[in-house]
């Protein structure tokens, strides 16, 4: 095989790795009704008309493809953000339950510490008291 481009420019082949200069891919086609020939809109090249119909039919089929897997990615887009809003629900859940441990921790703390208050203003108390008896007893 040459790096030559040919003397009649191929249909375009979309599975094709050669590349043929400045040839014509003849994309866009049109069709001569009374002479039955199909023609190139850009180099006005006169096409074989089996290998205009491969092309279409090529197109077709990778168009088809297309749209499937546009639509399978659309489900798993859709079975992603599902996902997404039940981990948020799961996190916001587990953040409110972190909270009520938190509180329920401090609540806890605090009434310890209220409880040591209150025996250590009830010793304050009692030796105030015996102070007093002291002293009373005294004068
Ligand atoms: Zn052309």
Redesign the pocket.
């Known amino acids: 095989m040459t790096d030559e481009p040919p003397d009649v420019?191929p249909v375009f082949d979309e599975g094709s790795t050669i590349s043929y200069g400045n040839c014509?891919?003849?994309?866009?086609?049109e069709i001569e009704h009374f002479q039955r020939k199909v023609i190139?809109?850009?180099?006005?090249?006169v096409?074989d008309p089996f290998e205009v119909l491969l092309q279409y039919a090529r197109k077709e089929r990778l168009a088809a493809h297309t749209d499937e897997s546009v639509r399978e990615a659309r489900k798993r887009l859709a079975a992603l953000e599902a996902e997404e809003r039940l981990t948020k629900a799961r996190l916001k859940n587990a953040k409110r339950k972190d909270a009520d441990v938190a509180v329920a921790e401090a609540k806890k703390a605090l009434a310890e510490k209220h409880s040591r208050a209150m025996y250590a203003l009830d010793e304050a108390i009692g030796m105030i008291e015996k102070a007093k008896r002291n002293l009373e007893t005294q004068t």
């Open positions: 420019c014509c891919a003849h994309e866009r086609t190139c809109i850009k180099c006005r090249a096409l």
